[in-house]
C-alpha cells in the first residue's frame, strides 16, 4: 500500500473566512473522489485549527501501489477538485511512501 500525504498552505493574503470556504470546498471535491476515481483506496483531508502551525490542508490518501496515485493525479476529476486550490494556495508538500 502507498500512503499519499499532501499538505497545503493558503496565501496569507486571503481573509479566515476566504480561507474557510476555500478549504471546505476542497475537502468536499476531494473526499467525493472515491465515487469517481476506483484506485483510490481511503481519503481524508483535516482542516488545520492551530493558528500557530504553518499548514492550513493536510489530505491524506491510500493506493494499493504509486502508478495508481499517478493515474488519481491526472485523472480529470482530481485536477479539477485541485483546481480549487489554483488561486489560493501558496505552497505545498507532498510525500508518497510504502507501508
Same mark, same amino acid.
Given at each position: 500500500m ?8 493558503l496565501?496569507?493574503? &486571503?481573509?479566515k ?5 476555500v478549504?471546505n470546498? #476542497?475537502? /468536499? @471535491?476531494i473526499? $467525493?473522489l472515491? *465515487?469517481q476515481?476506483d ?11 492551530n493558528e500557530a502551525?504553518?499548514?492550513?490542508i493536510? &489530505?491524506?490518501?491510500e493506493?494499493d ?5 499517478? #493515474?488519481? /493525479? @491526472?485523472?480529470p $476529476?482530481?485536477? *479539477?477538485?485541485?483546481?480549487i486550490?489554483?488561486d489560493a ?9 510504502e507501508?
Amino acid at each position: 500500500m502507498v500512503k499519499h500525504i499532501v499538505m497545503f498552505k493558503l496565501k496569507e493574503t &486571503l481573509s479566515k473566512e476566504e480561507k474557510l470556504v476555500v478549504m471546505n470546498d #476542497f475537502k /468536499a @471535491a476531494i473526499e $467525493a473522489l472515491p *465515487a469517481q476515481i476506483d484506485v483510490i483506496r481511503k481519503v481524508f483531508v483535516g482542516l488545520n485549527i492551530n493558528e500557530a502551525e504553518a499548514w492550513d490542508i493536510c &489530505l491524506e490518501s491510500e493506493f494499493d501501489t504509486l502508478d495508481d496515485v499517478k #493515474f488519481y /493525479a @491526472a485523472h480529470p $476529476a482530481h485536477v *479539477a477538485a485541485a483546481g480549487i486550490l489554483k488561486d489560493a494556495k501558496q505552497d505545498r508538500a507532498c510525500v508518497d511512501y510504502e507501508c
